[in-house]
């Protein structure tokens, strides 16, 4: 899929098998400034890419899976505006929502927080100084890529193991560090065995 962010970047389409990035990668790179409020429960949905919430109407600008950022900065958006803006982007499919407001000038309302709970939506808080959308975009699309990069390394190996092309120890090795260092990623510690 091409991403509305980054249109010279060729996505390949999720198989059954691949790892895919979460709000809960996205929680574990502990970003300076970035705390989740609410949406423990839904922190496995998939993260695609990241969209900054600018312009109406937002399903020709975001895709389902989008971590979407969405500054306060009572120009576009107030806290209503931002609130209405969350439903409908749960509807659209984001995978979470991290808002920031200008100046730290008031705090996420309880209402938006419940809402968020009720929708199963991780919705994080960004602090305002300090921590940009920029840099967290960056460490989003980053993780993406690094791990679509594991996944077609792991398919590649798979591949050339079924059809029988040579496959010496080095390769194997090099191939069982990369599922290794992933499956670490995700908590999930494989035995040496589970590959062999």
Not at 87 to 102: D, F, M, P, R, T
Request: include cysteine; hydrophobic fraction near 40%.
């Amino acid at each position: 899929m091409l991403s509305a962010t980054a249109p010279f970047l060729q996505l390949t389409q999720p198989t059954e098998g691949d790892i895919m990035v979460t709000c809960r990668d996205v929680n574990n790179l502990d970003l300076d400034g970035v705390e989740l409020l609410t949406g423990e429960v839904g922190l496995d949905r998939v993260v695609s890419w990241t969209y900054f919430v600018q312009t109406k109407p937002y399903e020709e600008h975001m895709n389902p899976g989008n971590f979407a950022l969405i500054v306060v900065d009572y120009l576009r958006f107030d806290i209503e505006k931002t609130f209405e803006t969350m439903v409908e982007l749960n509807a659209l499919g984001i995978s979470g929502l991290a808002i920031s407001i200008v100046d730290d000038r008031e705090k996420i309302p309880q209402k938006m927080i419940d809402k968020a709970v009720e929708l199963k939506l991780p919705l994080f808080y960004v602090r305002w100084e300090g921590a940009t959308f920029v840099d967290i975009a960056q460490s989003i699309g980053q993780l993406i890529l690094e791990t679509n990069i594991t996944n077609k390394r792991t398919g590649d190996y798979l591949y050339n193991l079924l059809f029988g092309y040579e496959v010496n120890d080095k390769y194997i090795e090099k191939i069982y560090i990369e599922i290794y260092k992933q499956a670490n990623k995700i908590n999930k510690k494989p035995q040496y065995n589970e590959f062999y």
